[in-house]
């Protein structure tokens, strides 16, 4: 699997859930909830459900964005008790400083970024790049203008 190749130690497809919330399965999986929940779709309804999914203390953070302005809904008390949610806008790098960092970790081979792209395409085969991102085949694709 993609993912455990970057650190990830473990994944829930939601259609595999039944009835059961995604956060009760992450409660469940984790033993009361995850220390970091990540949203990266934009939609105001996965950011609850990952809050929901952390555990005291737990961060939620928030990568995707939510353009239609849906207003977030948590329970005031989980706030008391220690559970944040924090934005991330580009990974909340100081590009100054930190992209010549990645440059040189990605030149050094610390950085492994070649292992996120899935596909390469034309720029005539371009559908097919939507394609694989529809049937969530792709990570990243690569779409060459003249090849």
């Not at 995604?22 to 033993?31: H, P, Y």
């Not at 996965?46 to 961060?59: D, M, P, T």
Request: aromatic residues 10%.
């Amino acid at each position: 699997m993609t993912a455990k190749r970057f650190g990830v130690t473990d994944v829930i497809n939601p259609k595999e859930c039944g009835d059961i919330k995604v956060s009760q399965v992450v409660k469940e999986l984790t033993d009361g909830g995850a220390d970091s929940c990540f949203e990266c779709v934009g939609l105001a309804s996965l950011v609850e459900e990952a809050f929901e999914s952390s555990q005291e203390g737990g961060k939620t953070v928030v990568v995707g964005a939510d353009l239609s302005g849906t207003p977030l809904k948590f329970n005031f008390w989980e706030v008391l008790l220690g559970r944040s949610v924090i934005r991330s806008f580009f990974g909340g790098i100081k590009p100054k400083k930190d992209i010549p960092i990645f440059i040189q970790k990605y030149l050094d081979k610390e950085l492994r970024l070649d292992d996120f792209i899935t596909h390469e395409v034309s720029l005539q085969e371009i559908n097919k790049a939507f394609d694989y991102l529809l049937q969530g085949k792709s990570i990243r694709c690569v779409i060459w203008m003249a090849k």
